[in-house]
């Protein structure tokens, strides 16, 4: 990195994890309400791989001219603050760079973000554990908004995808709300996700009153609803249709300064759990987002630029 330029990963024609690339770009003082951060970590997550084999491209939600920004969340320290932000230059943050559609975003080595979006890492948890929470965390915590408070004996609830990242925090912020919690699993997870506090399943049967939906299942999620229960989904917009008198709801994840900070914390704790696959740098986005798409991992690998 020069002293007017940094390093970002982006895609121009998205192919895979072929067409990636790192590329310099000018650096940008912030303006007022923003904060230029020294990215530390930043964590490669299941969507990232989909925005490089171009399917949000094919979907017509991304329409940049040139290249395409890659990566979500992040930590790392201020290095500028511009008017009207209370943030010291050294300050350890967080946080979450929602949508698509953009040039820039968190695989590289500064960010220009709204102070609005990011909160502080506890001086107990390590950046690189912290990158992990926003997307994540935020996603669930949304989620269990979504499902509300459990309503007095109607209170079971499926967590598909358990044992990941977002079905992992959902087992143990759902608890909070009142819902009691099985998470559909492998059978090599079942440690895990009991560890959670939550039951465990390999193959639920139909009647839940309520099922999130973090792995995807979609219209096979629906089906083990009750009928008159809730079903929510990941896909923004993009849920299965309503039936049976069931309430049909889907995330749309975005910045949330102050649940973060309480996420943060309550990973900072142990309540949470961060769980870092391995380590990389940002010359490796590439070979990450291989080792993501062959599956089988528990755990983010996270880019150190």
Do not use: C
Request: aromatic content about 6%; charged content about 20%; overall charge negative.
């Amino acid at each position: 990195m020069g002293e007017s330029t940094f390093r970002t990963a982006v895609v121009r024609t998205p192919a895979g994890p072929g067409s990636i690339e790192i590329i310099e770009v000018p650096v940008v003082e912030p303006g007022p309400g923003e904060v230029r951060v020294a990215v530390a970590a930043a964590p490669v997550n299941p969507v990232d791989l989909a925005v490089a084999g171009g399917f949000f491209h094919d979907m017509g939600l991304i329409v940049q001219p040139e290249y395409t920004g890659l990566g979500w969340d992040f930590a790392g320290t201020v290095v500028a603050a511009g008017p009207g932000v209370d943030l010291a230059p050294g300050t350890r943050v967080a946080g979450l760079v929602p949508g698509f559609d953009r040039d820039f975003s968190t695989y590289a080595e500064q960010l220009v973000v709204p102070a609005t979006d990011i909160a502080v890492v506890p001086e107990d948890l390590d950046l690189v554990a912290a990158s992990t929470v926003p997307l994540n965390g935020l996603t669930a915590a949304q989620l269990a908004d979504l499902l509300g408070d459990a309503p007095a004996g109607a209170n079971r609830l499926l967590v598909t995808g358990a044992a990941g990242a977002v079905g992992g925090y959902l087992a143990v912020l759902a608890r909070d709300r009142g819902w009691q919690v099985t998470g559909l699993a492998r059978a090599e997870d079942e440690k895990f996700v009991r560890g959670l506090g939550a039951d465990f399943t390999t193959d639920a049967e139909p009647g839940w009153d309520a099922v999130a939906d973090p792995a995807v299942f979609q219209e096979r999620g629906l089906a083990l609803v009750r009928d008159g229960g809730i079903f929510v989904g990941v896909r923004p917009n993009a849920g299965p249709p309503a039936e049976r008198g069931i309430t049909v709801k889907s995330v749309s994840v975005h910045p949330d300064r102050t649940r973060l900070a309480e996420l943060l914390t309550r990973t900072a704790s142990g309540e949470l759990a961060a769980r870092v696959h391995s380590v990389l740098p940002l010359d490796s986005a590439a070979e990450a987002h291989r080792s993501v798409a062959a599956g089988g991992v528990r755990g983010r690998y996270v880019l150190a630029p």
